[in-house]
């Protein structure tokens, strides 16, 4: 038998296959998807067996496999086809696509194996009349007949509960034997008690709505406010799939998220659910896998590679926040867990549900046109109404010397703290490093032609558009209020809750950023310490403006509610609008109304003022008159493609025939925009030039940019980074 390998070879040359003779010692052991070691040159290299044939490709003499890598492991057929669908997608190397596709402390060679644990049972080992004589021959042996009747009684025990000379003297004279069994850190069970809230109306509409499409590979958009029981949706959904003998995977964006969730999920479900994220240690994640592959789990909840997760027999798919940037990878391969659930749902005849207050313009379009089934939820459950908003303007605050916090806000802060209730507080530090706005009335720079923010540019004092490299000096004045206050400061959140605890003392303050919660499970503390109320205010970055759930929170502030307006993006209005929503939805969930208080230099906004209406259709409209207008997504797609070198002019010519090959390899209706610097032009010591292509269809794109791929791959100390519809550019 020959086995036909993959290599793992990091080197984009190598990304083909070589064929292996199957030693008889591992004959019926190999399968197809399975790690193997093999000889590469004069070492001994890992690889993935993609075939098994019976003929000799060539004349040749082959080497044999030297061993087996992992037995448990191996890329099922479904997983195979998924590789084969990511490199194309990405345009990847197949290797780099499987290596994706395992959980990542499984290619710690080897190793795994030891971080099984196992509890020791005891049972009895002989026939119970035999157990019966020796008990009735050896009346002062106690302490043996004592475990011996207790395992008469109870036919398996736990070892260490009964741990002594005497067990180990019934073990050494084979009436009672030791058997390992398989235990898994993370272990949960059912809440009895839990009774779940009988649906209302309008979810109960869109289950049964979502739930006509079982057995059809169908997309769905469900859009619901926030607060709308969307969770709940999913988790009937669930119980009719799981009825129906499927299984279902569910993907959530990020780790601050699960522990609400999956509690949730946990209480209604016990030990069928199992987890994936990066938070979890080696030896859980590969409890978690293992329970999957001896067929113990129905639901696999989890961050974006749990879309690669081998479950089998899928009936549903459903992808929460389906807008939130964390489900494509920044890195190679650079794929989107939405592309992959539509893989799999067609794969399974199963319906991929995709569920958000604010979905992703993308998505709308979609299920505007048709392409995805839409399933509203307009109302909040029971009689919890959604939150009162209001914009402050900040140019006003600064001018009676409260740049932080605005007079309003601070009198609603003090009465929330009289009555006892909650207050959040979002301070969003994303995107001012690298933007410049005037501190007095809140101008920034826009590029002319692309809408997006420009670029400070410290070393040679101007400010560039990325996009299409227009570029200006930085002028002295403020070009809208002529104050000399362009700035490109901002505030952080330890500076803010200092000027918190300042101005109120007997305020007990808790902070959640990445400074606060970098140890294992301090996201969980904090969360759980704050619904319990041992705190007044919760301040935090981005991480607190998502599903979290407090019911005594009834104030959220906004404390830079333009600070993502300003980043060079074009997405920047949707980001906004989308976190700002979020965010205010984190006000008043019980029966208490919320109130929420943005601040900003720019009252007059609308984005802003989309969010102050709450009105999503609002917001989607005008946007997407801005798309079309200036060929962005929705209407356009995107490629961004980065040359990046520590050799400035090296990275800058090639860039530049980058921009002329595809000048002349693409259709003529595509869209080239550079070359040009990139949003970080100097990272790690390297300089980086973007080139941009907008296209609606170009046969030519993926054989080109492939092409573009191999030429760099021969091309020293300077590399190609390509990105397939951007989340950033
Ligand atoms: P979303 O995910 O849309 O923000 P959730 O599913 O988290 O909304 O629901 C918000 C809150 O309402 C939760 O506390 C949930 O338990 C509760 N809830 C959801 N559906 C119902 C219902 N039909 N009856 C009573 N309470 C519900
Ligand atoms: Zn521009």
Redesign the pocket.
């Known amino acids: 038998m020959i086995a036909e390998v993959l290599v793992e070879y990091n080197a984009k040359s190598i990304d083909k296959s070589f064929f292996y003779l199957i030693p008889s010692s591992l004959k019926n052991k190999i399968t197809k998807g399975m790690k193997v070691k093999v000889p590469f040159g004069n070492k001994l290299i890992n690889g993935f067996v993609i075939n098994i044939t019976n003929e000799q490709p060539h004349n040749y003499e082959l080497k044999s496999i030297d061993s087996i890598v992992d037995d448990f492991l191996i890329l099922n057929d479904e997983l195979l086809l998924i590789g084969n669908y990511l490199q194309e997608k990405t345009l990847c190397t197949k290797i780099t696509a499987y290596q994706t596709m395992l959980p990542s402390n499984l290619k710690i060679k080897d190793k795994h194996h030891n971080l099984i644990k196992y509890d020791i049972y005891i049972s009895l080992n002989s026939s119970v009349e035999q157990v019966r004589s020796f008990i009735n021959n050896n009346k002062r042996k106690i302490k043996q007949n004592e475990i011996l009747t207790i395992l008469l009684q109870k036919k398996q025990v736990l070892k260490k509960d009964y741990a002594s000379n005497a067990l180990n003297e019934l073990i050494k004279n084979k009436l009672v034997k030791e058997e390992y069994i398989q235990k898994y850190r993370l272990e949960h069970h059912k809440n009895q008690d839990l009774i779940p809230?009988?649906?209302?109306i309008e979810?109960e509409k869109a289950v049964n709505k979502i739930y006509s499409y079982a057995n059809k590979s169908k997309t769905i958009l469900l859009h619901?406010?926030?607060?709308?029981?969307?969770?709940?949706?999913?988790m009937n959904l669930i119980e009719k799939v799981i009825k129906d003998g499927r299984n279902c995977l569910l993907l959530i964006p990020e780790i601050t998220l699960t522990a609400q969730i999956v509690n949730?999920f946990y209480d209604r479900f016990g030990n069928i659910v199992a987890i994936f994220h990066s938070a979890l240690s080696d030896g859980e994640k590969q409890d978690e896998y293992q329970k999957i592959l001896n067929n113990q789990i129905k639901i696999v909840i989890g961050t974006r590679s749990a879309i690669f997760t081998p479950l089998t027999n899928i009936g549903i798919i459903i992808i929460?926040e389906e807008h939130s940037e964390t489900y494509k990878q920044d890195s190679n391969p650079r794929y989107h867990a939405l592309d992959i659930a539509i893989f799999r749902s067609n794969y399974h005849n199963c319906p991929l549900v995709l569920?958000s207050?604010t979905p992703s313009l993308e998505t709308m379009a979609r299920a505007k046109k048709g392409v995805y089934e839409l399933v509203t939820?307009n109302n909040?459950?029971?009689i919890?109404s959604l939150p009162n908003i209001t914009l402050v303007d900040m140019s006003l605050e600064m001018r009676k010397r409260n740049p932080i916090i605005s007079s309003i806000l601070k009198e609603k802060i003090i009465d929330r703290l009289n009555k006892k209730e909650q207050i959040i507080l979002l301070l969003n530090r994303r995107g001012y490093s690298t933007t410049i706005s005037c501190q007095n009335c809140g101008y920034v720079y826009k590029c002319p032609h692309c809408d997006i923010s420009l670029t400070y540019h410290k070393s040679s004092n101007n400010l560039r558009c990325h996009y299409c490299g227009y570029t200006i000096l930085k002028p002295l004045k403020c070009p809208s209020c002529h104050e000399e206050a362009l700035n490109y400061l901002g505030l952080g959140t330890e500076k803010l809750e200092n000027e918190l605890v300042k101005m109120f003392p007997t305020a007990r303050v808790v902070r959640m950023d990445t400074d606060t919660t970098s140890q294992k499970g301090s996201h969980e503390k904090i969360i759980t310490k704050f619904k319990n109320q041992e705190y007044d205010i919760l301040l935090g970055t981005q991480m607190i403006s998502k599903?979290l759930?407090f019911?005594n929170a009834t104030l959220a502030g906004i404390i830079n509610g333009d600070a993502s307006l300003n980043i060079p993006d074009f997405r920047s209005s949707e980001r906004t609008f989308s976190l700002l929503t979020q965010a205010a939805?984190r006000a008043g969930?019980a029966n208490v109304p919320g109130e929420v208080i943005i601040q900003t230099y720019n009252p007059n906004n609308y984005t802003l003022n989309c969010v102050k209406n709450q009105n999503y259709e609002q917001f989607y409209n005008y946007e997407m008159k801005i798309r079309k207008k200036l060929s962005y997504p929705p209407y356009y797609y995107l490629v961004s493609i980065k040359v990046i070198s520590k050799d400035y002019e090296l990275a800058q010519k090639e860039s530049q025939h980058v921009a002329n090959y595809l000048q002349n390899h693409l259709e003529n209706t595509t869209i080239i925009l550079g070359p040009t610097t990139a949003a970080i032009f100097r990272k790690n010591n390297t300089y980086r030039f973007q080139i941009l292509i907008k296209y609606k269809y170009d046969s030519k794109l993926y054989k080109t940019l492939k092409e573009l791929d191999n030429i760099f791959v021969y091309l020293k100390n300077v590399y190609i980074e390509i990105d397939l519809n951007p989340n950033n550019i």
Do not use: I, N, W
């Not at 809230?197 to 209302?200: A, D, H």
């Not at 619901?224 to 999913?234: L, N």
């Open positions: 809230p009988k649906l209302t979810q619901g406010v926030t607060g709308s029981g969307k969770t709940e949706v999913y949730r929460d569920g207050a939820l909040r459950v029971g919890s599903g759930d019911p939805g969930r």
